[in-house]
């Protein structure tokens, strides 16, 4: 499928192996075994309370609900906005109320903080697709 | 957007004057400087090169180049093939939102199954301050395919050039340090991770994103602001002296002047030890107080500049080496607050991280 | 400037006390006895048109909490950017460098800068420390107006404070070739209960290659932040 060799392509490239195509590592400013743990991954789906899109990681606040009914808060770690913002995304994006579904690994401390590989929303549709309303490049329409 | 739609919009921005962007002024002064000229001129008659500039088209090409292509500073036409398709895929990527990027999910389901899990991402480390790749859609990429091999093109196989002993020993000790599994201190992290600076190579050399830099001109001046680490130098062109040897600082004191169309800036006064001339001011071994930085700027279209930098640090490095790219004017391209420290949560949580780890081993080995 | 401009580039550095306290201030002892009269509180008078900041009471009782708390809760103390109007009275210089396009604002403390937008104002994408500023001349008067701050800032640090519906429009006019007029409007209704001003005077530095330098102050907050975090000699925890 496309999608899978786009994806083993830029691991390719993230993994060095590919001659022209190998780069400094992509997550050099995403420390990543320091706080989380590989062999805690999950999947969270639960309602967005807060988006902080702060740098050098935004923080998406996510009210989970449990099995048993309770309520418990997350807060997953995301990448920089800056590349966001450039695409026109603002504080709006993704407001309160927002139900998303995230994929990541839990943190080491066992608290409830997670990093966040993988955001969708419910029916599996991405965040962020694209650009809206910069002039950037990709551009849907807007007036700025 | 589809894939043909946005190369058609990224080939129209590569040829367009500046300033057809509503809400860039920089863009439209510099159009209507542009049009008159092809060597754009300030109203005092210095070279224009202000706006706003990045690295991204050199975001992809390795810092050091492949042993293989020798001397070779170009691609072959293949090659540069082989680059484009990357380069469009990249774009699809991050329009897509990252593709079906799911590792965390594969483990989960390959558990499920009583499968093996596929292995986890893998860091430079391999444990300490390691990190995993940035999902797609917070990454941004080339917009271009660059013709380059390599980003160092001098000495001419585009390898850095040997490191002295001392510099070695400093370089050794500092990856150790960068390999301990449970990290002691926040100086086990880069000054990058401490959100204090990337330096001057680091600031302009490309990344995963926050490649945006803006150049401002006053008379007697030249300003350039980057995004990342939201550093900032003012470059005087008026022929002052470089500071006293005896004030010191990350950016170090820079002194410009113009060769012709070329704004050669000249850097001294760095507080060495501690930072490397490499990507985020990182992943080398950490230059001396004592090193040199000649950069050269030369605007050779409205939307291009080049950009040259000469590193001379002879208690690290055995020769003088070079790194050259363009960096580009892109419509709509525009830096936003990169405020640092005032964020780091990613410190806090990972030293916290890393004491309960020496808890967990200090009762583990009782 | 050849568009008729007044040229703002320089060095710039405002006199008195205001970082310490923007409103009426004795002095008084500082938070650490160790550092004697270099540690103290120096006197000021303010600069706040009226004397007063017109907090509601309920921003009255929050800024009194800041002051009880502000040797550790002050942003200053861990080296965070100082926001706006606060960056203008810091006790460290700024640079402008006024192009004819936009205006470039640096300050040595935290190598914290902005860029001014003269041209097509734009709307702030999302909140941040030093918010987003749109300039225009007012005649000879540099008028910016910021807006879309994350309200962390402080105004001093006697605890002064602003939401993040803070809105500021600063005016910079040349008295002579070497002082500037500042004056900030402030306005935020979840915090006062009308706008108010500040006026400060700076000062071009004329030293002899007077240029800004470099306080990168995070090294300096780093034991504060996380050295309870740092692993101790073996022996210890």
């Not at chain 2, 991204?56 to 093939?81: C, H, I, S």
């Not at chain 2, 030249?222 to 002296?241: K, N």
């Not at chain 2, 040259?308 to 208690?315: A, F």
Request: with cysteine.
């Amino acid at each position: 499928m496309k999608n899978r060799l786009l994806q083993s392509r830029l691991w390719v490239a993230a993994a060095g192996i590919g001659l022209l195509l190998s780069v400094a590592p992509m997550w050099a400013h995403h420390a990543f075994a320091a706080e989380f743990d590989v062999n805690k991954p999950l999947v969270l789906r639960g309602t967005v309370t807060k988006m902080e899109w702060i740098n050098p990681h935004a923080w998406i606040h996510l009210d989970v609900k449990n099995a048993d009914g309770t309520v418990t808060s997350w807060m997953i770690e995301g990448g920089a906005p800056n590349g966001l913002l450039r695409r026109g995304f603002t504080k709006n994006s993704l407001p309160p109320g927002t139900e998303i579904v995230v994929e990541g690994w839990q943190a080491k401390d066992e608290s409830t903080r997670a990093n966040g590989s993988n955001i969708t929303y419910p029916d599996g549709r991405k965040l962020f697709i694209g650009s809206s309303g910069t002039g950037a490049p990709g551009d849907k329409g807007g007036d700025k | 957007m589809n894939q043909r739609t946005f190369l058609l919009m990224a080939g129209l921005a590569a040829v367009a004057p500046l300033g057809l962007i509503a809400g860039q002024s920089a863009s439209t002064s510099a159009a209507k400087t542009a049009k008159t000229s092809a060597d754009p001129k300030t109203p005092w008659g210095d070279p224009d090169i202000q706006g706003t500039w990045t690295s991204d088209d050199t975001w992809g090409v390795p810092f050091e180049r492949p042993k293989q292509f020798g001397t070779r500073a170009t691609l072959t036409e293949d090659e540069l093939k082989a680059r484009e398709k990357t380069v469009s895929n990249s774009e699809e990527f991050v329009e897509t939102g990252g593709a079906n990027h799911s590792p965390a999910k594969a483990q989960i389901d390959a558990a499920a199954k009583g499968e093996a899990p596929p292995p986890p991402p893998q860091g430079r480390f391999g444990r300490g301050v390691d990190s995993a790749p940035v999902p797609g859609h917070w990454g941004e990429f080339a917009r271009r395919a660059s013709h380059q091999t390599s980003q160092i093109v001098d000495p001419p196989d585009g390898r850095l050039p040997a490191l002295t002993p001392e510099a070695q020993a400093l370089l050794d000790a500092k990856m150790k340090m960068r390999r301990d599994p449970i990290p002691a201190s926040y100086t086990n992290w880069s000054y990058y991770d401490r959100c204090i600076t990337r330096g001057v190579a680091g600031s302009i050399l490309p990344v995963v994103y926050g490649n945006g830099l803006e150049i401002v001109q006053t008379p007697g001046y030249v300003a350039i602001r980057y995004e990342m680490v939201h550093d900032v130098r003012i470059i005087p062109t008026d022929g002052r002296p470089h500071l006293s040897s005896n004030i010191r600082s990350y950016m170090g004191d820079a002194v410009g002047h113009w060769e012709g169309k070329t704004l050669v800036v000249e850097t001294t006064n760095l507080l060495g030890d501690r930072m490397a001339v490499g990507v985020n001011g990182d992943g080398g071994a950490p230059y001396s107080e004592d090193m040199k930085l000649t950069e050269r700027f030369t605007r050779v279209s409205p939307n291009t500049i080049n950009y040259e930098l000469i590193v001379n640090d002879p208690k690290t490095y055995t020769a003088p080496w070079k790194v050259a790219f363009p960096i580009t004017h892109e419509p709509g391209y525009q830096l936003f607050e990169y405020a640092c420290h005032e964020g780091n949560m990613a410190m806090h949580n990972m030293l916290s991280t890393a004491r309960l780890e020496d808890k967990k081993a200090a009762a583990a080995g009782k | 400037m050849s568009n008729g401009k007044p040229n703002l580039t320089g060095l710039w550095q405002a006199l008195g006390t205001a970082d310490w306290d923007i409103q009426d201030h004795s002095a008084s002892a500082g938070p650490l006895y160790q550092m004697g009269a270099e540690g103290a509180v120096p006197p000021g008078q303010g600069i706040v048109e009226g004397g007063e900041i017109p907090y509601t009471p309920a921003a009255l009782e929050q800024k009194k909490k800041n002051f009880a708390s502000r040797f550790k809760d002050d942003p200053e103390v861990k080296c965070y950017m100082p926001g706006v109007p606060r960056a203008a009275y810091l006790p460290f210089p700024f640079q402008i460098i006024e192009s004819q396009k936009d205006i470039l604002f640096a300050y040595e403390y935290a190598t914290t800068n902005r860029l001014i937008n003269m041209g097509k104002p734009q709307e702030a994408a999302t909140d941040t420390w030093m918010g987003t500023s749109n300039g225009h001349w007012d005649k000879d008067t540099l008028v910016v107006d910021v807006t879309g701050f994350n309200g962390n800032a402080w105004f001093d640090r006697a605890g002064d404070f602003a939401s993040d519906g803070l809105h500021v429009v600063e005016r910079y006019s040349l008295i002579d070739a070497n002082t500037m007029n500042y004056e900030a409007t402030i306005e935020d209704p979840a915090t006062f209960t009308r706008p108010w001003k500040i006026n400060v005077i700076l000062y071009r530095h004329r030293e002899k290659d007077a240029r800004l330098l470099e306080f990168k102050c995070v090294e300096f907050t780093e034991q504060l932040l996380y050295g309870d975090l740092v692993r101790k000699p073996s022996g210890g925890k």
